[in-house]
């Protein structure tokens, strides 16, 4: 357990309207990042974290937005979700040193 | 852009060896990762290799590299049902760490 908690971890909205998911840490790590996961494609990064207030793009950003405030939360929002948003989200964290990559227990969202 | 790859589904017998395989492109990959996840849970790390090594063992557990060939296995020694999951490869180049991961090998251990 690397002290992750997402929430919610279920979240059903209809398309067209803002989501926000929080990733929380209680181990004062840089790094923080956020994932989908759907059938077939594994785990795609959308954005990451490498301090506060600062972020940059991963793989599939499009449609999302973060921030990251405080080190311990990270926030990825979806201004506007569309069906295609539906998957489950992970976050992660590591520390520069330390190689390992730890994730959260994820947040299903379905977008109808 | 990076490309991680391994094969879709594995199903071995209870007691026998399992070897997941796995390619990956970016020759400038600093760690390889095996992370496990069951049903319905999130993902595990298992275990990781630097890109300067060919090997690393950890209980039951083998890691193969090949740099040339960019080609990564873990090898699962004694296979029981509760090491049914599925099995992502993932590749670690950037500089804030970030993976790149395939599409995970479903391994299911038959009685």
């Known amino acids: 357990d690397a002290g992750i908690t997402q929430s919610p971890r279920h979240k059903v909205t209809e398309t067209g309207t803002p989501v926000t998911l929080r990733c929380h840490q209680t181990?004062?790590?840089?790094?923080m990042y956020w994932y989908r996961q759907d059938p077939g494609h594994g785990l795609r990064l959308i954005h990451y974290s490498y301090g506060v207030k600062d972020t940059d793009k991963g793989e599939v950003s499009d449609g999302y937005s973060v921030s990251r405030s405080k080190t311990e939360d990270f926030l990825l929002t979806l201004e506007s979700a569309t069906s295609s948003q539906t998957s489950v989200y992970f976050c992660?964290?590591?520390?520069?040193?330390?190689?390992?990559?730890?994730f959260g227990p994820g947040t299903r969202l379905t977008v109808t | 852009g990076e490309d991680v790859e391994q094969s879709l589904f594995l199903s071995v017998r209870e007691g026998d060896s399992s070897v997941i395989n796995c390619t990956y492109t970016?020759?400038?990959?600093?760690?390889l990762y095996w992370y496990k996840q069951e049903p319905g849970a999130g993902l595990q790390l298992l275990t990781y290799i630097f890109s300067n090594m060919d090997m690393k063992q950890d209980q039951r557990l083998t890691v193969l590299l090949n740099k040339k060939d960019k080609h990564l296995s873990l090898r699962i020694a004694d296979t029981q049902t509760g090491d049914s999951a599925i099995y992502f490869c993932?590749?670690?180049?950037?500089?804030?760490?970030?993976?790149?991961f395939g599409s995970g090998t479903q391994l299911t251990v038959l009685p």
């Open positions: 992660a964290i590591t520390d520069r040193g330390d190689y390992e990559q730890y």
């Open positions: 993932a590749e670690s180049s950037g500089s804030a760490r970030q993976l790149t």
């Open positions: 181990e004062n790590h840089r790094y």
């Open positions: 970016d020759s400038s990959s600093t760690y």
